[in-house]
Antibody
Framework: EVQLVESGGGLVQPGGSLRLSCAVS????????MVWVRQAPGKGLVWVSR????????GYADSVKGRFTVSRDSAKSTLYLQMNSLRADDTAVYYC??????????WGQGTLVTVSS | QSALTQPPSASGSLGQSVTISCTGT?????????VSWYQQHPGKAPKLMIS???KRPSGVPDRFSGTKSGNTASLTVSGLQADDEADYYC??????????FGTGTKVTVL
């Protein structure tokens, strides 16, 4: 059974940093693209980042480029999202999802990040 | 990276059909066949309903269907059921390892 479990969310001050984790099971992390998607309270889904199967090639939304970094530890079957210089508009539930080539069939339950002083 | 445009709301009676549009540009929907549709119930993670414009994942009822013409993709839900009441989002690959989601449509079953 495929499972994705996010963790690492919480309350952080503007300008601060946070690292989200996404522990996966039921599939081999290095065999799939992976994405991060966020959803601000009461708002729609926004794609954030993608990590290619090679673990090197990445893509970012303009709104997070230069501030967020996606990576993985295949040995730990864990995907990460390092978030720096956080702003109030980064407040959202962050989901990780498995990308089977342009579609996201498997999602975690999400972790809430709140940026506030 | 502008969001794809969806109508904010759509509705239909039980047993009837509803169609949701998703309008992008020649940089995303118009070029790539990696258009997907997701259903999201309140407080839940999104669920993939359609991939690659018109493919239904295993377990998704054939009441859900997708099409694309030019820069606009569409999702049709036939034989509306109470549980179809949810938010629906389209998504498209936009090149250079990026994706874009639609603005979302709230479907109400009357």
């Amino acid at each position: 059974e495929v499972q994705l479990v996010e963790s690492g969310g919480g309350l952080v001050q503007p300008g601060g940093s946070l690292r989200l984790s996404c522990a996966v099971s039921g599939f081999t992390l290095s065999s799939y693209w992976m994405v991060w998607v966020r959803q601000a309270p009461g708002k729609g889904l926004v794609w954030v980042s993608r990590l290619n199967r090679d673990g090197i090639s990445t893509g970012y939304a303009d709104s997070v480029k230069g501030r967020f970094t996606v990576s993985r530890d295949s040995a730990k079957s864990t995907l990460y999202l390092q978030m720096n210089s956080l702003r109030a508009d980064d407040t959202a539930v962050y989901y990780c999802a498995r990308d089977t080539g342009g579609a996201f069939p498997d999602w975690g339950q999400g972790t809430l990040v709140t940026v506030s002083s | 990276q502008s969001a794809l445009t969806q109508p904010p709301s759509a509705s239909g009676s039980l047993g009837q059909s509803v169609t949701i549009s998703c309008t992008g540009t020649s940089s995303d929907v118009g070029t790539y066949n990696y258009v997907s549709w997701y259903q999201q119930h309140p407080g839940k993670a999104p669920k993939l309903m359609i991939s690659e414009v018109s493919k239904r994942p295993s377990g998704v009822p054939d009441r859900f269907s997708g099409t694309k013409s030019g820069n606009t993709a569409s999702l049709t839900v036939s034989g509306l059921q109470a549980d179809d009441e949810a938010d629906y989002y389209c998504s498209s690959y936009a090149g250079s390892n990026t994706f874009v989601f639609g603005t979302g449509t709230k479907v109400t079953v009357l």
